[in-house]
Structures are given as structure tokens and as C-alpha cells.
């Protein structure tokens, strides 16, 4: 099965700009969708397919790809960020399985 | 409103069977397909299985291929785990999540029930 690499941890100071990245050669052939998880919480859905913001997630949450790197851009973070970020996609080696990143876990300082 | 709600974890002894539940309400729940997903405490997302929105067709992660059967109702709007022969590792988080529409795009989770797995 196909892997999907994040780096482990990410920091940013509050207000600035953030990207979180993701890569895989999955995504050269299939998008990836972000989710946010703050501690005891369930994963929340912040981007998926062609980069669409679900209804209720801030504009400041934006996404790219580019090869086989996906990207989730934060920009003006906030303290409500800091949480792990997780990448998916589906899996290039058999479609209809799904493959997840480690995740990220960014500090907004 | 969208609602998943995991139910049957609990500690059960390895080689033992266990069956986890997810009661959908708030859509029409026999036109998406459901993920389980499963997190080992302190430790990152797993997807574990798949089932199409009409129960047609199904898909395993393979470390889990084998012992895991994934199911649904929907005349009763649940969908099930199947657990057999558990390992210790297969101690985790089990969610259950909505599928926009046969993609990775999981835009509803519920909360998880915890399988621990011991003796």
C-alpha cells in the first residue's frame, strides 16, 4: 500500500502564516482531504477534493497541490489552531482503499 | 443534524470476538458509504474498512483483512464492526465516518468507542 509522509511537528507564531504539507505518490493521482483533531476530540473535516473549505471552516484555511505534495495553508493562525492535522487520500496501489499521513501536530506560539 | 454515534467497545481478551455499532441520524443514511477508522491511543488515523452506500461492496485495510467484517442496516440506520480473533494491537479508537461520495472525504465522524484489547 502507498504511504503518505507529514512532518511530525509544525510551529508557528500567532498571526503568521503556516503550510503543513503532505506527500505521497498517491497524490499525483488523487486529492487529498486535511483533517483537524484537538485533544479527546474527534477528527473535524477542514479540506477536501479540489481544495473546498467545508461550510463552517474559516477562510484562513486554504489548500494546494502540487506533484505529489498536498499542502494546508493557515494564514493569520490562530489559537484555536494548535491541534494535529491529518492528510488522506485514496491509495494509487488499490483505489478503494484510503491511506492517512502520521500527522502534523502544530503549536501556534 | 448530522449525528454518528459509536456504541460496544470495551475491554475484551485477546482471540475474543467484538461487535461495534454506529447509529447514523440526520441524512439519509443509505446513500453514502461509511468508513471505520481506528486510532491506537496517542498515535495517528488508520483506516480500516469501507462499505458502499447499498452494502454491495466492501473493503479492508489488509492488517485488518481477514478478521474484520463491516456491515450495515439500513432499514435501522447503523453500521457494524465485526472483531474477531483481537490482537493487542488492534487496541484503538474506533470511528465510524461519513463518505461525501466514494472519496477520501470523511465530513462526519463520530466520537469513537475504545476497544481495549487485554488479558
Known amino acids: 500500500s502507498s504511504e503518505l509522509t507529514q512532518d511530525p511537528a509544525v510551529s508557528v507564531a500567532l498571526g503568521q502564516t503556516v503550510r503543513i504539507t503532505c506527500q505521497g505518490d498517491s497524490l499525483r493521482s488523487y486529492y487529498a482531504s486535511w483533517f483537524q483533531q484537538k ?29 505529489n505534495t498536498a ?15 491529518y492528510c488522506n487520500t485514496r491509495d494509487s496501489s488499490d483505489n478503494h482503499h484510503v491511506v492517512f499521513g502520521g500527522g502534523t501536530k502544530l503549536t501556534v506560539l | 443534524q448530522v449525528q454518528l454515534v459509536e456504541s460496544g467497545g470495551g475491554v ?41 452506500y447499498d452494502g454491495s461492496k466492501r473493503y479492508y485495510a489488509d492488517s485488518v483483512k481477514g478478521r474484520f467484517t463491516i456491515s450495515r ?27 461525501i461520495g466514494d472519496s477520501s472525504d470523511f465530513d462526519y ?11
Open chain 1, 39 to 67: 485533544p479527546g476530540q474527534a477528527p473535524v473535516l477542514v479540506m477536501y477534493t479540489k481544495n473546498n473549505r467545508p461550510s463552517g471552516i474559516p477562510d484562513r484555511f486554504s489548500g494546494s497541490n502540487s506533484g
Open chain 1, 71 to 85: 499542502s494546508l495553508t493557515i494564514t493569520g493562525a490562530q489559537a484555536e489552531d494548535e491541534a494535529d492535522y
Open chain 2, 12 to 52: 475484551v481478551q485477546p482471540g475474543r470476538s467484538l461487535r461495534v455499532s454506529c447509529a447514523a441520524s440526520g441524512f439519509t443514511f443509505s446513500s453514502y458509504g461509511m468508513h471505520w477508522v481506528r486510532q491506537t491511543p496517542g498515535k495517528g488515523l488508520e483506516w480500516v474498512a469501507v462499505i458502499w
Open chain 2, 73 to 99: 442496516d439500513n432499514s435501522k440506520n447503523t453500521l457494524f464492526l465485526q472483531i474477531n480473533s483481537l490482537r493487542p494491537e488492534d487496541t484503538a479508537v474506533y470511528y465510524c465516518a461519513r463518505d
Open chain 2, 109 to 119: 465522524w463520530g466520537q469513537g468507542t475504545l476497544v481495549t484489547v487485554s488479558s
